[in-house]
T-cell receptor
Framework: DTGVSQDPRHKITKRGQNVTFRCDPI?????LYWYRQTLGQGPEFLTY????????KSRLLSDRFSAERPKGSFSTLEIQRTEQGDSAMYLC????????????FGQGTRLTVV | AQKITQTQPGMFVQEKEAVTLDCTYD???????LFWYKQPSSGEMIFLIY??????QNATEGRYSLNFQKARKSANLVISASQLGDSAMYFC???????????FGTGTRLTIIP
């Protein structure tokens, strides 16, 4: 069984361009999370899905950000009109139980906006 | 609001020695879980250990143990017999039960010296 997979691992884009990241959770996990981690900080929660339903969004998720999880499987995170402040590591995690223990993280997508 | 504080930005420890990484937390919710994650340079967040607020005993997982002092709101990670492969960033995190969001501290960079 593979862990959480994220693609791409690295993305360099010009300011103003749109980018999309993909996350494939552990297959039996119904919960999926997106976090953002900037340099020198811990991850910050962005959004959470239970199956295909997006149940919680952080105020960090501005109108330029959108996340989807069609059919409750993989998820995508899109950033429109990227800004330099969007440069960060975007981490995806999944878990299988409500109030359960650990969430399993992927290796992240490192975004650099130039 | 929940908050995690890690006051040690960096630590250097001799190989084979034990090391304690500090974590204090703040929450008004009586039901919560505390987590420790390891983040090597590859970026992936690796789950290490979990402690529930109602657990009577301190959690242990191999060389990792969690020194849980509820009255002091402290959840320190103890790594016994440190190894070179333990060099990484370590993050303490908390989740209030019923809330899917993990709140992370700023992390401690641990370096094991041969």
């Amino acid at each position: 069984d593979t862990g959480v997979s994220q693609d791409p691992r690295h993305k360099i884009t010009k300011r103003g361009q749109n980018v999309t990241f993909r996350c494939d959770p552990i297959s039996e996990h119904n919960r999926l999370y997106w976090y953002r981690q900037t340099l020198g900080q811990g991850p910050e929660f962005l959004t959470y899905f239970q199956n295909e339903a997006q149940l919680e969004k952080s105020r960090l998720l501005s109108d330029r950000f959108s996340a989807e999880r069609p059919k409750g499987s993989f998820s995508t995170l899109e950033i429109q009109r990227t800004e330099q402040g969007d440069s960060a590591m975007y981490l995806c995690a999944s878990s299988g139980r409500t109030g359960g223990t650990e969430a399993f993280f992927g290796q992240g997508t490192r975004l650099t906006v130039v | 609001a929940q908050k995690i504080t890690q006051t040690q930005p960096g630590m250097f420890v001799q190989e084979k020695e034990a090391v304690t990484l500090d974590c204090t937390y703040d929450t008004s919710d009586p039901s919560y879980g505390l987590f420790w994650y390891k983040q090597p340079s590859s970026g992936e967040m690796i789950f290490l250990i979990y402690q529930g607020s109602y657990d009577q005993q301190n959690a242990t997982e191999g060389r990792y143990s969690l020194n849980f002092q509820k009255a002091r709101k402290s959840a320190n990670l103890v790594i016994s017999a440190s190894q070179l492969g333990d060099s990484a960033m370590y993050f303490c995190a908390m989740r209030e039960i019923g809330n899917e969001k993990l709140t992370f501290g700023t992390g401690t960079r641990l370096t094991i010296i041969p």
